[in-house]
């Protein structure tokens, strides 16, 4: 059986570094006391010298006592050191295990205010830049790298507002040239005398144009407003509700193109700003109707459960490449030659509604469909209690 290795972080890092000068330190002091005790003992055990001149026989009976103290001075020496040696190995077995511990609680001290940087900088976005680090201590290069990266959130969340607030003044001020040239079109078509077919035909194509670019601006003023955040009509809403309300709204177009409704829709319950949530409907069904084939289907389902809330919404088609699927989230990207054609859109339908999504604390998911077509899901928040989730509405069922 194999274990996996551990993850080689800069804690790790640290603990075997710490650890291993903890190791030395005590292999050190463990080297210079055997050599102190050696040292010691062999100065004990130096013979003596026989100092003047004795008789035979007294000098006999003294060697042999010396040598009996000998050898129970090599015994006792004997025994010291194995048990010096023993002794070693378990304070060196100790040491070993003790420096990895204080290793790894020293590396762990030292990279705490950095895991406190990091956690700090995964909760902020774009949508909390005002967030800040504001790690407190001395001044050295932990707080530094602190102070630069709260330097950073701060020159990104002027840029974000920067842009925002582009965006929606240049929407609104577009408004009125446009209101203009719109009025200006209806007075020049409207005189008294007789307006050739051609000024007819130009005037037409001019309100087109003109409603094109409205709602392109439309979709620039909903995009910057829900980057800002604006939810001053935050409800609890049924995106069933709002996913038939849209069926019904679009039935001419629906009947246009023979298409067939295959609907399983639920009361799937979120909070959120109910303007902006219909708004992320609508553009998912019309992004249904206007790319789909004629006499195609479109199936709908809204349900909830396990604190989620969705609408999945499928259309079938040609098969698509899930690379340039995934490229749709995007604002003006639009596949193959039938979403280039003028088909009144703005090309930021799903933009907006990934953004909507993701300003009510959700996400969008598209997926190319193996047999063709496309599948967009939607998951946000549950906000109903476990008895309403998943209570079908009056409108579900097959619809054609």
């Not at 050599?35 to 006999?60: D, F, I, K």
């Not at 015994?75 to 010096?84: K, M, T, Y």
């Not at 596949?335 to 907006?352: C, N, V, W």
Request: aromatic share 2%.
């Amino acid at each position: 059986m194999r274990f996996p290795l551990p993850a080689r972080t800069v804690r790790l890092r640290f603990t075997v570094l710490y650890g291993a000068l903890f190791l030395l330190s005590g292999v050190g002091l463990l080297i210079i006391s055997g050599l102190v005790t050696l040292g010691s003992t062999q100065s004990a055990s130096a013979p003596v010298q026989n100092r003047g001149v004795e008789q035979p026989s007294v000098v006999a009976a003294q060697q042999q006592q010396i040598e009996h103290l000998q050898n129970e001075l090599a015994n006792v020496h004997d025994v010291q050191s194995r048990q010096l040696l023993v002794g070693s190995v378990v304070a060196l077995a100790v040491m070993a295990v003790l420096s990895i511990v204080l290793g790894r609680l020293l590396a762990g001290r030292v990279l705490r205010p950095l895991r406190t940087i990091t956690a700090a900088t995964r909760r902020i976005s774009a949508e909390n830049l005002h967030e800040r680090l504001g790690v407190p201590g001395p001044s050295d290069e932990v707080k530094e790298l602190a102070d630069t990266i709260d330097g950073l959130l701060g020159r990104l969340e002027a840029s974000f507002a920067a842009q925002r607030r582009f965006v929606a003044n240049a929407s609104h001020e577009l408004r009125t040239p446009l209101t203009t040239m719109r009025a200006a079109v209806d007075v020049a078509v409207a005189k008294p005398d007789p307006v050739p077919r051609q000024t007819v035909a130009l005037a037409d194509r001019i309100r087109t144009e003109l409603d094109q670019v409205d709602r392109l601006l439309d979709g620039f003023l909903t995009l910057a407003r829900t980057q800002h955040g604006d939810s001053a009509d935050a409800a609890v809403v049924s995106l069933g509700t709002m996913a038939a309300a849209a069926l019904d709204e679009r039935a001419d177009d629906i009947a246009a193109k023979s298409l067939t409704i295959q609907s399983d829709i639920a009361s799937a319950r979120t909070r959120g700003s109910r303007t902006l949530l219909s708004r992320m409907v609508g553009n998912v069904i019309d992004n249904a109707v206007a790319h789909n084939q004629d006499g195609g289907f479109i199936r709908i389902e809204a349900s909830s459960g396990g604190g989620s809330a969705w609408l999945v919404v499928e259309t079938g088609g040609r098969v698509l490449e899930p690379a340039q699927v995934a490229l749709l989230t995007e604002p003006f990207q639009r596949l193959g030659a039938d979403r280039t054609s003028s088909d009144g859109g703005s090309g930021l339908g799903l933009s907006i509604v990934a953004a909507v999504a993701a300003a009510h604390g959700g996400d969008l998911d598209l997926r190319a469909r193996p047999e063709g077509g496309l599948r967009v899901t939607i998951t946000l928040p549950e906000n109903a209690p476990p008895e309403k989730a998943g209570r079908a509405l009056p409108e579900s069922g097959a619809r054609t």
